[in-house]
């Protein structure tokens, strides 16, 4: 044995496994999973990110809703459709990534849920520990008509269900749009969303941000600021006065999923961009994800089957 074919074996180890490929078991990473913790993200630096540094990319998903395609009963098709999607992150290396809700199709109250939670972590456990995942959460995650009860049972798993983060100079709002939805079963837990939401848009710093983002399940609307009520929207009665604080804050993007397809409308400057699901279709539009190129003056987004992501994201 030559020298080279003795140290090869210890150059692959090194560079062979930066992080577990998609198709080997992983551990849950708990800790990934409690990020969202005093209304803000822990894995971004609140000082360092509020600054503008060079243009990025990030990655949204929505609707994985581990469960979907058999009624509860198996998990298989939604865990390959993740792994499609984890090895298009590792390889593109996005500065975070965002899940837009519907993360089980079980609701906490199901028997199914805790399986499909674990399943859920798992797989996205699989993403480069240095690329941070973001959790969003859904009606599924909590209920058509969320409660106290139930909220904490999302918290207990996935951390806080509304938050702000800065990156790079970006302020992110994630929004519990399952309380703008139907705030009945907790209607002191939307007023404190509101309190909440309006202190951050009024502060100073914020208003220098180079882009406001919202992030939330349900889409505010799919095409028309003013569409009626419907299963897919927010009604107008929340809708309405909701939509008139975000533009008064020059929200610059709003993204929701969902839908299960793709939608997008303008209200104002502020586009309304819901993002197909990764997880089981309702539409034409195949399973996916979003790349949203992020330049000090402007955004572009688009959707992509996981069979057509790209093989780079170029930043200009
Ligand atoms: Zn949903």
Avoid at 69 to 77: C, M, P, V
Avoid at 133 to 145: E, F, Q
Wanted: glycine share 6%; with cysteine.
């Amino acid at each position: 044995m030559n020298q080279s074919t003795k140290i090869f074996p210890i150059i692959f180890c090194l560079l062979g496994t930066p992080f577990l490929s998609a198709d080997e078991p992983a551990e849950i990473d708990t800790n990934r999973f409690q990020q969202a913790s005093e209304r803000t993200f822990k894995a971004f630096d609140p000082q360092t990110e509020q600054t503008w540094d060079k243009p990025f990319f990030f990655m949204q998903l929505a609707d994985p809703q581990y469960g979907m395609f058999t009624g509860n009963k198996g998990l298989d098709k939604e865990k390959v459709l993740v792994d499609q999607a984890v090895e298009h992150i590792n390889r593109l290396q996005p500065r975070f990534v965002i899940v837009c809700g519907d993360l089980t199709n079980a609701t906490p109250d199901q028997a199914r849920y805790e399986a499909q939670v674990s399943q859920y972590q798992q797989d996205f456990s699989k993403i480069d520990p240095e690329i941070p995942l973001v959790c969003v959460c859904g009606n599924h995650d909590i209920g058509n008509r969320p409660t106290a009860e139930s909220i904490a049972r999302y918290n207990q798993h996935f951390g806080d269900d509304y938050f702000s983060f800065w990156v790079g100079g970006v302020f992110n709002v994630v929004l519990n749009s399952s309380l703008l939805k139907d705030p009945s079963g907790a209607p002191e837990r939307l007023q404190q969303q509101q309190s909440w939401l309006g202190q951050q848009l009024q502060h100073p710093r914020v208003k220098e941000a180079k882009h406001i983002f919202v992030f939330l399940h349900h889409p505010l609307f799919l095409e028309q600021e003013d569409e009626p009520d419907q299963y897919f929207n927010i009604p107008l009665v929340r809708r309405t006065p909701l939509l008139a604080q975000l533009k008064a804050a020059n929200v610059r993007a709003i993204f929701a999923g969902h839908y299960h397809r793709n939608a997008y409308g303008q209200a104002g400057e502020m586009e309304m961009i819901t993002t197909g699901p990764v997880g089981r279709p309702l539409g034409k539009d195949p399973s996916g994800l979003r790349i949203v190129r992020v330049q000090e003056t402007q955004i572009q987004h688009a959707y992509h089957s996981l069979e057509t992501v790209p093989d780079a994201v170029a930043i200009p």
